[in-house]
């Protein structure tokens, strides 16, 4: 939407961070069986921008997986709103940590 943009039209890179740490935090928590955090963000690369109106897909894949911890690999997506083409415009490796009731790291994440 306008709010979510700068003054030439592209979307906020934080807005489309927060989309992609949504959907790696539902992976990651069904993946644990449980809540997660978000520990880390790395290796964000911002390829194209993205307009508003276009839609954006968010795509998630396990790398690794720890004792308590995990890493996801997060691909953002854009298609033209009346268009079929897409194009990849932002991919990064996220880590979460599985937290117990209290709040504490837990060792209880299925291995691959």
């Known amino acids: 939407m306008p709010a979510d943009t700068n003054p030439y039209g592209?979307?906020?890179?934080?807005?489309?961070?927060?989309?992609?740490?949504?959907?790696?935090?539902?992976?990651?928590?069904?993946?644990?069986?449980?809540?997660?955090?978000?520990?880390a963000i790395?290796?964000?690369?911002?390829?194209?921008?993205?307009?508003?109106?276009?839609e954006v897909s968010v795509y998630v894949s396990l790398?690794?997986?720890g004792r308590s911890s995990m890493r996801v690999?997060?691909?953002?997506?854009?298609?033209?709103?009346?268009?079929?083409q897409t194009k990849r415009v932002t991919k990064a490796t996220f880590t979460f940590v599985a937290l117990d009731s209290s709040g504490k790291p837990r060792p209880e994440i299925d291995p691959l």
């Open 63 to 65: 790398l690794s997986v």
């Open 10 to 39: 592209d979307i906020f890179g934080g807005w489309l961070v927060s989309q992609m740490d949504l959907a790696a935090s539902a992976f990651a928590s069904r993946h644990s069986r449980g809540r997660t955090v978000t520990a």
């Open 73 to 84: 690999a997060v691909e953002a997506w854009q298609r033209d709103r009346n268009g079929e």
């Open 42 to 54: 790395e290796a964000i690369s911002f390829i194209q921008p993205v307009k508003v109106g276009d």
